[in-house]
T-cell receptor, first 111, second 113 residues
Framework: GQNIDQPTEMTATEGAIVQINCTYQTSGFNGLFWYQQHAGEAPTFLSYNVLDGLEEKGRFSSFLSRSKGYSYLLLKELQMKDSASYLCAVKSDTGGFKTIFGAGTRLFVKA | ETGVTQTPRHLVMGMTNKKSLKCEQHLGHNAMYWYKQSAKKPLELMFVYSLEERVENNSVPSRFSPECPNSSHLFLHLHTLQPEDSALYLC????????????FGPGTRLLVL
């Protein structure tokens, strides 16, 4: 079956670093996404990893280990506007085109 | 602004009503998607269209009927819905099927009474 796990909620302090983990069990793995979704708004694309390793993009970095079925999103120098849900999603090419989303991690950034 | 618009933004309907959700993308993309997002649940892919042809239908009940008249427009026709269909319905597009980045519209928040 297809399964994606990520923590439901996390809290961190402004200026700090937070790591949001995602583990997955899927067949036909073909890449992993992270999306950010503010309350009441559309998800917006943050990153896409298909090879093992760390991809850095400004304050946000995403890591993938295909052998371990594991990814994390690292947010540095947290700002209040980073309070949002972060969705981990896996692209699978088994049984046709599919992008499978996790339930999301709601991040609260406090002053 | 992601280049994907949806109307209406909010909709309240009775179980016997018929309504339609509209999505329009201004990005020149070839693939469009409907997702359902319920509270505290993962995004669920409902339908995928590529060049106006449906390529994916994830066991969605027939009370949801998609229509893609051209590559820029996507509709979701609703009839005889149930209260458990209340959710946020998101439209997305990508350059092609399998393209890594999907661009989402703001969604239609639907309440079925």
């Amino acid at each position: 079956g297809q399964n994606i796990d990520q923590p439901t909620e996390m809290t961190a302090t402004e200026g700090a670093i937070v790591q949001i983990n995602c583990t997955y069990q899927t067949s036909g793995f073909n890449g992993l996404f992270w999306y950010q979704q503010h309350a009441g708004e559309a998800p917006t694309f943050l990153s896409y990893n298909v090879l093992d390793g760390l991809e850095e993009k400004g304050r946000f970095s995403s890591f993938l280990s295909r052998s371990k079925g594991y990814s994390y999103l690292l947010l540095k120098e947290l700002q209040m506007k980073d309070s949002a849900s972060y969705l981990c999603a896996v692209k699978s090419d088994t049984g046709g085109f599919k992008t499978i989303f996790g339930a999301g991690t709601r991040l609260f950034v406090k002053a | 602004e992601t280049g994907v618009t949806q109307t209406p933004r909010h909709l309240v309907m009775g179980m016997t009503n018929k309504k339609s959700l509209k999505c329009e993308q201004h990005l020149g993309h070839n693939a469009m998607y409907w997702y359902k997002q319920s509270a505290k649940k993962p995004l669920e892919l409902m339908f995928v269209y590529s060049l106006e042809e449906r390529v994916e239908n994830n066991s969605v009940p027939s009370r949801f009927s998609p229509e893609c008249p051209n590559s820029s427009h996507l509709f979701l026709h609703l009839h005889t819905l149930q209260p458990e269909d209340s959710a946020l319905y998101l439209c997305a597009s990508s350059q092609d099927i399998g393209e890594e980045t999907q661009y989402f519209g703001p969604g239609t928040r639907l309440l079925v009474l």
